[in-house]
């Protein structure tokens, strides 16, 4: 797995047709040595997932560990990528979509408010939800009716209450106020990939549950995409939100036919089907980027950072045979570039125009 991550970032030449679009230029200039913190998050996603995958389909949990030790992972890269001086591609600013000050506010917010709110259920000022579930199984099975979901999404909501007055007052502070240095952009990023991800999976496990009465979806399956949003930014888990139904549905009815040929009928919950779509978006990349350009014609697709506003300034250079680019001085903006710099060297293909 960790192979074929490196030849899809590094080895397989960008003018390769699919395999060599999936992750872009930025990684395939800037190599592997200046992006290795980069990928070190991505390979722990991917083990991340195929763990929480296995587990959870036979055990129908997810240990929260797993999920914390991603989230961990992605907040050092978020600190550590940005101090390392890198080249800069002008169709892929970043590996992930960036953030002015607006949503840099709310994400350092939102996850201010989580912070607290982990506090004070530490403290007991909050109660855990489904605290008494173990006394509803019976008979060593893995999943039990619970009959008081309804009740427990109360408490869920109340712990979630300091991270949505968090993201409502850090929008408003940072509201227009420009983009901040590329360091914060990162960091706030990874914030609020989290909290879009997570908040997106849990939002239908509280209002679910309160339609039907009982748990609609677990708490792993909120811990697994937000990990994921933490690694790959904010919006490529809307994208796996909207596709891992279509898995399940497949599932079901690969399911349904094996019934009827008389073979067991094995249902799985929804955390592998998750885990499914993560794959899906971020190696099936360029065939999402089509449909997506099919569906939603002339709105682009904020993947991989903003478009730079100021474009070529100064020419510095000439033909580099070698690498059949042309080396240029570039201002990025709106995202600053790092390091307190406001010039980089960008690469742009040879013939192409600006």
């Given at each position: 797995?960790?192979?074929?991550?490196?030849?899809?970032?590094?080895?397989?030449?960008?003018?390769?047709?699919?395999?060599?679009?999936?992750?872009?230029?930025?990684?395939?200039?800037?190599?592997?040595?200046l992006?290795l913190?980069?990928?070190?998050?991505?390979?722990?996603?991917?083990?991340?997932?195929?763990?929480?995958?296995?587990?959870?389909?036979?055990?129908?949990?997810?240990p929260?560990?797993?999920?914390?030790a991603?989230?961990?992972?992605?907040l050092?890269?978020?600190?550590?990528?940005?101090?390392?001086?890198?080249?800069?591609?002008?169709?892929?600013?970043?590996?992930?979509?960036?953030?002015?000050?607006?949503?840099?506010?709310?994400?350092?917010?939102?996850?201010?408010?989580?912070?607290?709110?982990?506090?004070?259920?530490?403290?007991?000022?909050?109660n855990?939800?489904?605290?008494?579930?173990?006394?509803?199984?019976?008979?060593?099975?893995?999943?039990?009716?619970?009959?008081?979901?309804?009740?427990?999404m109360?408490?869920?909501?109340?712990?979630?209450?300091?991270?949505?007055?968090?993201?409502?007052?850090?929008?408003?502070?940072?509201?227009?106020n420009?983009?901040?240095?590329?360091?914060?952009?990162?960091?706030?990023?990874?914030?609020?990939?989290?909290?879009?991800a997570?908040?997106?999976?849990?939002?239908?496990?509280?209002f679910?549950?309160?339609?039907?009465?009982?748990?609609?979806?677990?708490?792993?399956?909120?811990?697994?995409?937000?990990?994921?949003?933490?690694?790959?930014?904010?919006?490529?888990p809307?994208?796996?939100?909207?596709?891992?139904?279509?898995?399940?549905?497949?599932?079901?009815?690969?399911?349904?036919?094996?019934a009827?040929?008389?073979?067991?009928?094995?249902?799985?919950p929804?955390?592998?089907h998750?885990?499914?779509?993560?794959?899906?978006v971020?190696?099936?990349?360029?065939?999402?980027?089509?449909?997506?350009?099919?569906?939603?014609?002339?709105?682009?697709m904020?993947?991989?950072?903003?478009?730079?506003?100021?474009?070529?300034?100064?020419?510095?250079?000439?033909?580099?045979?070698?690498?059949?680019?042309?080396?240029?001085?570039?201002?990025?903006?709106?995202?600053?570039?790092?390091?307190?710099?406001?010039?980089?060297?960008?690469?742009?293909?040879?013939?192409?125009?600006l």
């Amino acid at each position: 797995m960790f192979l074929l991550l490196y030849a899809l970032c590094y080895w397989i030449p960008t003018s390769t047709p699919f395999l060599g679009e999936i992750f872009g230029q930025w990684w395939h200039v800037n190599g592997i040595y200046l992006t290795l913190p980069a990928f070190i998050a991505l390979a722990s996603m991917f083990s991340g997932l195929l763990a929480m995958t296995v587990i959870d389909a036979r055990t129908y949990t997810i240990p929260i560990q797993i999920p914390i030790a991603m989230i961990v992972v992605a907040l050092i890269v978020s600190v550590v990528q940005p101090l390392i001086q890198l080249r800069f591609t002008p169709h892929q600013p970043w590996m992930m979509p960036m953030v002015d000050w607006t949503w840099a506010g709310a994400a350092i917010g939102g996850f201010s408010g989580v912070l607290l709110s982990t506090l004070l259920l530490r403290l007991g000022v909050f109660n855990y939800s489904f605290a008494d579930y173990e006394e509803y199984i019976k008979d060593d099975a893995p999943l039990a009716e619970y009959p008081h979901a309804r009740r427990e999404m109360v408490r869920e909501l109340l712990f979630l209450l300091p991270a949505m007055i968090g993201i409502v007052v850090g929008f408003m502070i940072g509201y227009e106020n420009g983009f901040p240095s590329l360091l914060v952009q990162s960091i706030c990023s990874c914030l609020l990939g989290y909290l879009v991800a997570g908040g997106l999976v849990w939002a239908v496990r509280i209002f679910g549950s309160l339609a039907f009465g009982k748990e609609a979806m677990g708490l792993g399956d909120v811990h697994l995409l937000a990990a994921v949003g933490a690694v790959v930014g904010w919006f490529d888990p809307i994208l796996i939100f909207f596709i891992a139904p279509f898995s399940g549905l497949i599932w079901a009815g690969i399911s349904a036919i094996l019934a009827k040929m008389g073979k067991q009928r094995r249902e799985i919950p929804y955390g592998p089907h998750l885990a499914i779509a993560t794959v899906i978006v971020v190696l099936a990349m360029p065939v999402v980027q089509r449909g997506w350009k099919i569906m939603m014609p002339g709105v682009a697709m904020p993947r991989d950072g903003f478009v730079e506003k100021e474009k070529l300034q100064t020419f510095i250079g000439e033909d580099d045979l070698t690498y059949e680019s042309i080396p240029y001085s570039m201002y990025i903006s709106p995202p600053a570039v790092g390091n307190g710099i406001e010039k980089q060297d960008v690469f742009r293909t040879k013939g192409e125009v600006l």
